[in-house]
């Protein structure tokens, strides 16, 4: 199995960046792409940037220009990273990773457990 571990949430003023981290361990043998999303309560989860497994990359029209997701070398590691914080970025922020192939006929999609953004005065 795999398991998605995120960080770097927190409480940052508008205006402000933050950086979050996402990372999948476990043994698989690929994965088509990552993804970060977010939700605030009684609002659907929303899609906020995802990264395919050839670095494509994909921002709706709310963060883009403002967020930016990158690998680390590793390629097991993604980054969101976030600039100009608006109070409207406030939520719960969930990294996935999409069709993770443990084997041949074992895929899945995995969650992380979310890391809070609080953008704040």
């Known amino acids: 199995q795999v398991q998605i571990a995120e960080s770097g949430g927190g409480l940052v003023q508008p205006g402000e960046s933050l950086r979050l981290s996402c990372t999948i361990s476990?043994?698989?043998?690929?994965?088509?792409?990552m993804a970060w999303r977010r939700q605030v309560p009684g609002k659907e989860r929303e899609l906020v940037a995802r990264i395919s497994s050839d670095d494509t990359t994909y921002y709706p029209d709310s963060v883009k220009g403002r967020f930016t997701i990158s690998r680390a070398d590793a390629k097991n590691t993604v980054f969101l990273h976030m600039n100009s914080l608006k109070p409207e970025d406030t939520a719960v922020y969930y990294c996935?990773?999409?069709?993770?192939?443990?084997?041949?006929?074992?895929?899945?999609?995995?969650w992380g457990h979310g890391t809070p953004v609080t953008v704040s005065s």
């Open positions: 996935s990773a999409e069709r993770v192939e443990i084997k041949p006929d074992w895929v899945l999609d995995a």
């Open positions: 476990g043994t698989f043998s690929k994965l088509d792409a």
